[in-house]
């Protein structure tokens, strides 16, 4: 009997299937073990034709009747893939008497299925853990200040919830009382715990490990971080490349043109009087079986699809295997600045106000703005300021790339850079300097502030770590100043800067570095930059939370860590050069035993060997993705 939840709960799902492999494993055991009690029986023991042909008859069918029933299924449908091919080999090698390699067929295909899903299980190992970071039951807050259990689909955005020690964190939530440490390894790659308390948000996904928390929900289970991760893993398996596209129409095409090849080569020699009907019927049987492109089919995909998982393992959620082709042939990385290899998280260095203005005035001009905004200045401001009430705005406007227009008081505000001023017609004064943000009142500057920024720790060191496994065009592109951009170049030694962008302009250059040729993996915050993480050949988006399921970027970078970057781009490159072995060492093989078999130098268990054990093989080297 299912679990009532089964369909929402991936824990269930993956019950299930655990549940469903052990009843598989003892059913192939019990099939080998009468195979071989009956092949001893009618080699050594039983010598009537009719009763060996009777008992390897009941146990090919008792082995193989999943098999069968499917490839005769498909035969009748003409839907020719691995099944049916097996299942014409086994009834082929039966009829023409040749028993043994009829169980045989059977047995090495049983025993090489089962290889072949360990091993995938296996290697979709970490795949599956990411599936298990959503919690399903939160502990909810009545209106009584009574603590009821309920189904995390249930909780609502403002609900208040209590997080112990010990449990995942149901949703997204902000801590209203407590403080603990939080593992939140499942979500952004990081082992390092993170302290958090009061008004600090959490994400789901993470473990409580110490205090008990008592939090609002300000996202429901379906907006939350882990589902929407969930969500972006299951895109990964649809989202297909190049050569997974390739590959599947491949296979479409190989398989119903080589049973009409393995047709003209068991009918026409012999109809030429080239030995006899029998021998090219087997001959026929051999490349039947040796052409399954099994190997291709499953490990192929399964490549990629373990790509995808040893990445996420770093911090980084990949929308589609078929990127990996991208990042793997990355020649070019474009950086945003603030909030990317800067924190995003600034402080006020310096404040000025001219007169007649005093700087509590000017601060509460700017408040005002930026408490509309989103803008990482907003943030610096709030920090700055202490007690400040916010003033009345009649009108407001973004401007992006430029600043704030707004109407406070009657009095027309502009607050942002030079080409705001510029757009404004508002005079600059030559004492003020370059990399300033200026606020202008009806026309006249009143004063400005100057912003500093931290870079993000071990970006230095990226940089280096790029160059080293051959990316050497590297080039921040951003809105900001000449002057604060070239601060950070000098910091960082980034050869190339591009500053006083606005995002049409950074879209333009994007362009301009594709048209050359070159493969362009483009790093932005996600605020201003969604045109340019679309146009990009990869576009990576920092940042955690609400804004991930809506991102244009083809990947979300959930630990804010772009240090792992030269990792990511190795594991993708050595994962499409074990892409191309498989590929290489799987046709080689066919190959060889197709001619062979032709020959008559190679029985049908070889040929079974050929797939099955191929296939084997492959996934085997697939998985050492897994260890990268």
Same mark, same amino acid.
């Given at each position: 009997m299912g679990c009532k939840h089964c369909h929402e709960h991936e824990g269930c799902k993956i019950e299930h299937m655990h549940t469903e492999e052990k009843k598989e494993n003892n059913r192939l055991g019990i099939t080998l073990y009468i195979i071989a009690i009956v092949l001893l029986a009618v080699s050594f023991i039983i010598q009537e034709r009719i009763i060996q042909t009777f008992l390897i008859g009941i146990s090919v069918i008792f082995s193989g009747y999943k098999l069968l029933a499917s490839g005769i299924k498909n035969i009748l449908r003409l839907n020719f893939e691995e099944d049916t091919l097996m299942t014409i080999a086994v009834l082929a090698?039966?009829?023409?008497?040749?028993?043994?390699?009829?169980?045989?067929?059977?047995?090495?295909?049983?025993?090489?299925?089962?290889?072949?899903?360990?091993?995938?299980?296996?290697?979709?190992?970490?795949?599956?853990?990411?599936?298990?970071?959503?919690?399903?039951?939160?502990?909810?807050?009545?209106?009584?200040?009574?603590?009821?259990?309920?189904?995390?689909?249930?909780?609502?955005?403002?609900?208040?919830?209590?997080?112990?020690?010990?449990?995942k964190i149901p949703v997204d939530a902000l801590i209203i009382s407590g403080s603990s440490n939080i593992d939140t390894s499942a979500i952004t790659g990081e082992s390092k715990?993170?302290?958090?308390?009061r008004n600090t948000e959490i994400l789901s996904g993470g473990i409580n490990l110490t205090g008990v928390l008592t939090c609002k929900v300000i996202r429901d289970s379906k907006n939350s971080t882990a589902s929407q991760i969930i969500n972006l893993v299951y895109e990964a398996k649809n989202n297909k490349g190049n050569t997974e596209k390739f590959i599947t129409k491949f296979s479409k095409t190989y398989t119903p043109t080589v049973i009409i090849l393995a047709i003209i080569l068991a009918i026409l020699p012999a109809s030429l009087g080239i030995l006899d009907y029998k021998t090219w019927i087997t001959r026929g049987l051999i490349f039947l079986v040796a052409s399954c492109p099994c190997s291709l089919?499953?490990?192929?995909?399964?490549?990629?699809?373990?790509?995808?998982?040893?990445?996420?393992?770093?911090?980084?959620?990949?929308?589609?295997?078929?990127?990996?082709?991208?990042?793997?042939?990355?020649?070019?990385?474009?950086?945003?600045?603030?909030?990317?290899?800067?924190?995003?998280?600034?402080?006020?260095?310096?404040?000025?106000?001219?007169?007649?203005?005093?700087?509590?005035?000017?601060?509460?001009?700017?408040?005002?703005?930026?408490?509309?905004?989103?803008?990482?200045?907003?943030?610096?401001?709030?920090?700055?300021?202490?007690?400040?009430?916010?003033?009345?705005?009649?009108?407001?406007?973004?401007?992006?790339?430029h600043g704030i227009y707004g109407k406070i008081e009657e009095k027309e505000v502009v607050f942002g850079n030079l080409r705001l001023l510029n757009?404004?017609?508002?005079?600059?004064?030559?004492?003020?300097?370059?990399?300033?943000?200026?606020?202008?009142?009806?026309?006249?500057?009143?004063?400005?502030?100057?912003?500093?920024?931290?870079?993000?720790?071990?970006?230095? %060191?990226?940089?280096?770590?790029?160059?080293?496994i051959g990316i050497k065009n590297i080039i921040m592109l951003t809105g900001d100043n000449k002057k604060s951009a070239e601060k950070i170049k000098k910091q960082l030694k980034i050869k190339r800067i591009k500053a006083e962008l606005l995002?049409?302009?950074?879209?333009? %250059?994007?362009?301009?570095?594709?048209?050359?040729?070159?493969?362009?993996?483009?790093?932005?915050?996600?605020?201003?930059?969604?045109?340019?993480?679309?146009?990009?050949?990869?576009?990576?988006?920092?940042?955690?939370?609400?804004?991930?399921?809506?991102?244009?970027?083809?990947?979300?970078?959930?630990?804010?860590?772009?240090?792992?970057?030269?990792?990511i781009i190795k594991i993708s490159k050595r994962s499409m050069n074990i892409i191309k072995f498989n590929i290489i060492f799987s046709l080689t093989i066919k190959i060889l035993v197709l001619i062979l078999g032709a020959m008559g130098k190679a029985p049908i268990w070889s040929a079974i060997l050929a797939d099955t054990g191929v296939t084997f093989l492959t996934v085997l080297n697939s998985m050492r993705i897994f260890k990268m």
């Open positions: 090698a039966f009829c023409l008497g040749e028993y043994i390699e009829s169980s045989m067929v059977v047995i090495l295909y049983r025993l090489g299925e089962f290889l072949e899903d360990r091993a995938v299980d296996k290697s979709q190992k970490s795949m599956k853990e990411i599936l298990k970071i959503k919690a399903n039951i939160a502990n909810k807050i009545n209106k009584n200040n009574e603590i009821e259990k309920i189904d995390v689909e249930e909780i609502q955005v403002g609900d208040i919830i209590l997080i112990k020690p010990g449990e715990q993170q302290y958090v308390e089919v499953i490990a192929v995909p399964l490549s990629f699809f373990s790509c995808v998982g040893a990445i996420s393992k770093k911090g980084i959620i990949i929308k589609g295997t078929k990127h990996i082709e991208n990042i793997s042939k990355t020649t070019t990385i474009a950086f945003d600045k603030t909030g990317t290899l800067t924190t995003g998280k600034m402080e006020i260095n310096e404040l000025v106000a001219f007169s007649p203005y005093t700087k509590e005035e000017i601060l509460k001009y700017m408040y005002s703005l930026e408490k509309m905004s989103n803008h990482p200045i907003s943030t610096a401001i709030e920090k700055y300021t202490v007690n400040l009430d916010m003033l009345k705005i009649t009108e407001y406007k973004e401007i992006a790339g757009k404004y017609k508002v005079k600059k004064e030559d004492e003020i300097p370059e990399d300033a943000i200026y606020m202008a009142i009806e026309g006249k500057i009143a004063g400005y502030i100057t912003l500093k920024e931290q870079i993000r720790t071990k970006t230095k %060191e990226l940089i280096e770590q790029l160059e080293k995002p049409q302009d950074k879209l333009e %250059e994007i362009t301009k570095i594709k048209e050359k040729g070159e493969k362009v993996i483009f790093v932005g915050d996600g605020i201003n930059d969604s045109p340019v993480l679309a146009a990009s050949d990869f576009g990576i988006a920092m940042g955690e939370g609400s804004q991930i399921a809506a991102s244009t970027a083809d990947g979300i970078l959930l630990s804010n860590n772009i240090s792992i970057l030269p990792e």
